[in-house]
């Protein structure tokens, strides 16, 4: 069974730019965070400046979103990045390193060719929690 997770300033955030998802949903123990642009997970706003900049942003929102479903980001499995200049590619792993420093979950690195907003990155996750 489905359970939609609310979280706290991010969901609101969300739902005042007319998006059509949940940023969290779990199913069992399995817990499934839709791709989050780099928002500031206290204030809900966009956070502007260079890739290690919204990475870092993206990161910290990615952790928000699994403390509202009960997981840490030891419980993720899956992670994919998607990034709008594959030349981004050192300074993500360097930033996501600081976050995943023993055991990295698997991963994808998906270059894509631009946003509906203004950020150059976006990352999803799917996380099990035992």
């Known amino acids: 069974m ?13 739902a005042q730019l007319g ?5 969290v949903n779990t ?3 399995a817990v499934y ?17 260079d890739i290690a900049t919204q990475t870092d942003a993206c990161l910290r ?6 403390a509202a479903a009960g997981a840490t980001l030891d419980d993720v499995v899956n992670v994919r990045i998607y990034a709008a200049n594959a030349g981004f590619y050192g300074v993500i792993n360097k930033v996501y390193a600081r976050y995943f420093p023993d055991s ?3 991963r994808v690195f998906v270059p894509v060719a631009g946003w509906a907003g203004e950020f150059d990155i976006e990352i999803d996750a799917v996380a099990y929690r035992e």
């Open 33 to 49: 965070v839709s791709g989050l642009p780099p928002y500031d997970p206290g204030t809900g706003e966009l956070v502007r400046g």
């Open 61 to 66: 929102a990615l952790t928000a979103c699994l």
């Open 19 to 23: 998006v059509p998802l949940t940023l």
């Open 2 to 14: 489905r359970t939609v997770i609310t979280v706290p300033v991010l969901s609101d955030a969300f």
């Open 27 to 29: 199913a069992g123990p």
């Open 104 to 106: 990295a979950p698997t």
